[in-house]
């Protein structure tokens, strides 16, 4: 049963964070890139549209570093886990290696290095492989520093290793001497509450041997002599001996070396080349041309002189992280920045899209009461985002979304009984604990945060309140008026966010020993990540009003019972959960007021355990719940119409249990590997958000709720299904000989890409987001073998049936049977279907397999947006129901003149004698068929040349009828009288010819004498 529930992806196709990007020496259209959280993507059209290579084979979404082996480039090396450290960076797993360009990939170990900064190949020997790996963000790590293969990547040695606190932030081969290596070591670590980068690990190493022995030339003449050292990078010239040092120090900047690193000189110091060094230090050499280099960080810089000035290069986003130059033409490049990678061809003066990567990174998710619902949550470095989950488009564009206010990191809250109304946060670009409301009919954002104190530059040990990244932003369930705030107190307000109360007091360890200046010793850095001791996850009872439970990033759980008027610590036992776990999730069960999930982690010290814990009795008693549970998780949320039955985010995908947490299994299916950072079951739905991979939907959980199937064949209940119009899924029959890319109809974009395999033509959506199935979804378990499905309204008429059905899951599109079909050589426009809607009502589905037939009832909903009555839609079924069956007939009058003229033709080549009187019964014959249908079309021809006939006149009156969901128009009626008229005097002339010139024909036949041999 889990194995047949499909996942699809809502969108955005907006991308997300890329550390990694390479390029194909030899195919110019082709280039790679790694998400820091989405698997590896190519494209081999320059980046109009990209693919990813890895989903199912990667058991780590993070990709930190990316390369192409220049002598051979089927052979590619990914080494998962960025090592831009941020507060929630993600981690890998090893390496992995592909010899046929990205199809099929092996991983080759090295799983513990965590974060992987650099892959680095021999440029003639595709099996001698580099690693820079920076090991454990958050901890100690003994896999850190520079890993050497010399047999494509089944053997490892470490050959350049200083302690476990101290990685590999850089790593270069000097492409004229591969024996010649630069390697850039960083001491650097993560904690919940502060960043420390730089100390006496960090340095600068050069090995002359291909990593045998290295040289440290850290301190030689013209470099830092004494100042602490961070994060470093390092770059080659096409100059022999030159090369340059991106340091952090105090009296750190851009240095140059002539003599291979023997000794430097200071270039720039430019504040802008220096910029968050943990974060960016990436610099690189032109190819081609000694006096460019380049620097990413905040911006794209290039320098023309040498490193002494540098000028921007405007990239379609900010935070530039990777950047892969083509050594045979340095114009034909590929970037990678915080929002998804791009291609140029002209040395950056113009870039391919990043629109087009379902890449990006939420932090939370929320759905609105709309039909159909949207979907709501804020996106690493980029804006907060309202995306629809279905669209009357072939595809879930790009102008269906939206943004609604607040930044990158907050929580969303939608008003019930308004959904224009949005409140979203922030904390970024130095306004911690900044809320916005936005109202969607006026377009206007107001700030309404409950203390609007410029944060940035500041240790949360001087804020009045402690707001962190993410803060809680929560409307009451039972009154949309009442909105809580959470800093490290929780605030209310009953007049969207005008005026505060606060109604907790400090609900966190207040340790002010964990609330002082991050970043350090070299360079601070205070965006709101580190703030610490806040309450990070919040949540109100849906059971009880004023049940409050509040969860802090140092620990804490505190529950109040009456509207925050008094609060009481119920932390579990540090035996259940360890001091200082992060409390990502509350929830409260929607089924009993007595009982609350937990989900913790600390993987911010360096421990990935889950922490997966329930209360049954307000906190009192806690037990966990996460045995068997493979990674740490963020989200557990209960579904609020089967008690018990639970799920649960990891790094890594979904889980379920279908008994309150005794039992764990995936629920992954189609889901690529990715963090699950949110939840919510919406009505039938459930739809996460990743961070990584956008915003997907598992459509109509209602077989979990259901329960395991007790007999071989079986029928799940299916949902009550909303009378959905959407617009055809693509832009026709396509017919292709090559793959192609289409656009959608109307939705615009690249559409989708349409190719021909063994089962017919697929699609593959490239920048827009997938429908829902466009109709009932019905799912069961069967014995193999034929089966089939049939569809009848409440009378017990046949509606439709449908035969040699799919293994588990089928998809009515909530039509009749369709009219009968003339045959294969109809123009494809008398084609089209001309099956009637089924209105709302009850029907029965019955599903026959293996001897055995197993029925359920269900039942069709009006589209609440729709002012169309059920005697309306009751009216429209009935007249396109004459209308197929006058199709049907006419279909069959002409199968039936066709066949007759075989036969004659078949007599007259027995009987010659006979051709006379044939001639004249076949031009009878045809009179009638010109009359009911167009004749003289071919196949592939289309109807603009020729005279409309009866069935191309229904065809386009089903269409008529049918397009949208209201009553037939009087004109309708009308017109179907004439052309029904018309087909009767054609079906009275048919059979006048079979009754008489068919008559004397066949009495002419048997008149011929026999023939005698």
Request: a negative charge; glycine letters at 10%; proline letters at 7%.
């Amino acid at each position: 049963m889990l194995d047949s529930l499909r996942w699809r992806l809502a969108g955005p196709h907006r991308g997300g964070r890329v550390v990694a990007v390479a390029g194909d020496p030899d195919h110019r259209l082709r280039f790679y890139f790694g998400g820091c959280a989405g698997g590896v993507w190519r494209t081999d059209d320059a980046g109009i549209t990209w693919r990813n290579v890895t989903d199912g084979q990667f058991t780590s979404a993070a990709v930190g570093a990316l390369e192409v082996a220049p002598s051979d480039p089927n052979v590619i090396y990914a080494g998962t886990g960025e090592a831009c450290i941020r507060g929630n960076v993600i981690g890998g797993d090893g390496v992995y290696r592909t010899t046929d360009a990205g199809r099929t990939w092996r991983h080759l170990g090295l799983r513990d290095t965590r974060h992987i900064a650099r892959v680095r190949v021999h440029p003639h020997d595709p099996d001698t492989v580099y690693v820079g790996a920076f090991g454990h963000a958050f901890g100690p790590n003994p896999d850190r520093g520079v890993y050497r293969s010399r047999d494509g990547g089944r053997t490892w040695d470490k050959v350049l290793y200083r302690d476990d606190r101290t990685g590999c932030a850089d790593l270069r081969i000097d492409p004229a001497n591969p024996r010649r290596l630069y390697a850039a070591l960083w001491q650097a670590q993560r904690y919940p509450y502060k960043l420390e980068s730089g100390g006496p690990g960090s340095g600068l190493f050069r090995s002359e041997d291909g990593g045998d022995t290295w040289t440290e030339i850290t301190r030689r003449p013209g470099l830092p002599q004494t100042s602490v050292l961070g994060r470093m990078g390092v770059a080659l010239s096409a100059r022999p001996g030159r090369l340059w040092a991106l340091i952090e120090a105090e009296d750190g900047g851009l240095y140059r070396s002539e003599d291979y690193g023997e000794s430097w000189h200071l270039t720039s110091d430019d504040p802008e080349i220096r910029a968050r060094p943990f974060y960016y230090t990436h610099v690189f050499g032109d190819p081609q041309d000694a006096e460019t280099v380049y620097v990413l960080a905040l911006r794209m810089l290039r320098s023309s002189d040498g490193g002494k000035t540098f000028g921007q290069i405007p990239t379609p986003h900010g935070d530039n992280h990777d950047l892969w130059i083509d050594p045979a033409d340095p114009t034909r490049m590929v970037e990678g920045t915080d929002g998804g990678a791009c291609v140029a061809f002209d040395g950056g003066r113009t870039w391919s899209s990043i629109y087009n990567q379902p890449t990006a990174q939420f932090y939370h998710v929320t759905t609105d009461s709309r039909f159909p619902y949207r979907i709501y949550g804020a996106q690493q470095d980029n804006t907060t985002l309202c995306v629809a989950s279905r669209s009357d488009e072939s595809g879930i564009s790009s102008r269906e979304t939206y943004d609604v206010g607040g930044a990158e990191s907050g929580w969303i809250a939608v008003r019930e009984d308004d959904p224009d109304v949005v409140f979203a946060g922030s904390s970024g670009g130095g306004e911690g604990g900044r809320i916005t409301r936005y109202d969607h009919r006026l377009r206007q954002i107001r700030d309404v945060s409950p203390w609007p104190q410029r944060t940035a530059g500041r240790a949360a040990s001087e804020y009045k309140y402690r707001f962190q990244w993410t803060s809680p932003i929560v409307l009451s369930p039972h009154d949309p008026n009442v909105l809580y705030v959470c800093g490290n107190r929780v605030f209310g307000s009953t007049d969207d966010g005008v005026s505060w109360e606060l109604i907790s007091p400090d609900l966190t360890r207040d340790d002010s020993t964990k609330q002082g200046a991050s970043g350090g010793p070299i360079t601070l850095d205070h965006t709101g990540v580190e703030v610490y001791c806040t309450i990070f996850a919040f949540a109100e009872s849906a059971r009880t009003r004023g049940l409050l439970w509040a969860g802090s990033d140092d620990g804490l759980i505190h529950i109040s019972r009456d509207a925050g008027k008094t609060w009481d610590n119920v932390t579990p036992p540090t035996s259940l959960l360890p001091e200082w776990a992060l409390v990502l999730t509350v929830e409260p069960s929607p089924h009993d007021p007595a009982t609350c999930y937990v989900a913790a982690t600390r993987y911010k010290w360096d421990d990935t355990a889950p922490y997966l814990l329930k209360t049954s009795d307000y906190g009192k008693t806690w037990r966990r719940i996460d045995s068997g549970v493979p990674d740490f998780t963020r989200v557990i949320r209960e579904d609020p119409v089967r008690k018990g039955l639970l799920f649960a985010g990891t790094e890594s995908g979904v889980l379920v249990s279908q008994d309150d947490g005794g039992h764990w299994e995936p629920l992954q299916g189609n889901l690529p590997v990715v963090p699950i950072h949110d939840l919510v079951v919406k009505g039938d739905d459930l739809v996460v958000g990743t961070h990584g991979r956008s915003f997907w939907v598992l459509d109509d959980i209602t077989p979990l709720r259901q329960g395991a199937p007790q007999a071989p064949v079986h029928l799940f209940a299916p949902r009550p299904t909303v009378r959905f119009r959407m617009g055809s899924r693509y832009a026709g029959e396509m017919n292709v000989e090559v793959p192609a890319i289409i656009t959608l109809s109307r939705a615009g974009g690249n559409g989708y890409l349409v190719k021909k395999g063994e089962n017919g033509e697929s699609h593959e959506f490239l920048d827009a987001g997938t429908n829902p199935p466009a109709g009932v979804l019905f799912q069961y378990t069967r014995p193999e073998g034929e089966a089939k499905l049939v569809i009848k309204d409440s009378r017990g008429d046949v509606v439709r049936t449908l035969e040699h059905i799919p293994a588990n899951r089928l998809v009515w599109n909530l039509r009749y049977d369709d009219a009968e079909p003339l045959g294969e050589d109809t123009p494809r426009d008398l084609r089209a279907q001309v099956a009637p809607w089924a209105p709302p009502g009850r029907y029965t589905a019955e599903l026959t397999a293996g001897g055995t037939t197993v029925a359920q009832p269900f039942e069709v909903l009006k589209d609440p947006r729709i002012p169309a009555t059920q005697a309306d839609l009751e009216e429209q079924l009935a007249f396109s129901l004459r209308i197929r069956d006058s199709l049907s007939q006419a279909h069959r009058a002409v199968k039936q003149i066709r066949a007759a003229r075989t036969q004659v033709d078949a007599a007259v080549a027995r009987s010659p004698q006979v051709t006379e009187q044939a001639e004249s019964l076949k031009a009878a014959l045809t009179a009638v068929e010109q009359e009911v249908t167009q004749v003289t079309r071919g196949k592939n021809t289309r109807a603009w040349g020729f005279q409309p006939k009866v069935t191309d006149e229904l065809v386009h009156l089903a269409e008529v009828v049918s397009a949208a969901d209201a009553a037939p128009t009087k004109p309708s009626y009308a017109l179907y009288d004439e052309v029904r008229e018309t087909l009767a005097q054609q079906l009275d002339k048919l059979e006048g010819v079979l009754g008489r010139d068919l008559a004397a024909f066949n009495a002419a036949l048997r008149e011929v004498p026999a023939i005698k041999i």
